[in-house]
């Protein structure tokens, strides 16, 4: 996506083509439940921290997301 536009409005293109998988890692960009629900409806596990906006942040697995984005 371009400039200042949250990523997971352009995430929608990228479901069609994602390969099988266990966990999509992320950063918080990708942080929209429509999203989130959408990998779990392929059997994918979200690996995305949540933005610092949300009220109510949703767990992730830490250990994985940082030995990944290292």
């Known amino acids: ?5 949250s990523y997971y409005k352009g995430a929608d293109k990228l479901l069609p083509d ?4 266990r966990y999509l890692i992320s950063d918080s ?3 929209s439940g429509r999203f ?3 990998l779990i409806l392929r059997g ?7 933005r610092c ?3 109510r942040p949703i767990p992730h697995n ?3 997301y940082v030995n990944v984005s290292r």
């Not at 996506?1 to 536009?5: L, M, N, S």
């Open 44 to 50: 994918i596990t979200p690996c995305i921290p949540s």
């Open 29 to 31: 960009g990708y942080d």
């Open 62 to 64: 830490a250990v994985l």
């Open 1 to 5: 996506t371009a400039g200042p536009v």
């Open 36 to 38: 989130r629900l959408e």
């Open 18 to 21: 994602l390969p099988k998988a």
């Open 53 to 55: 906006s949300r009220r």
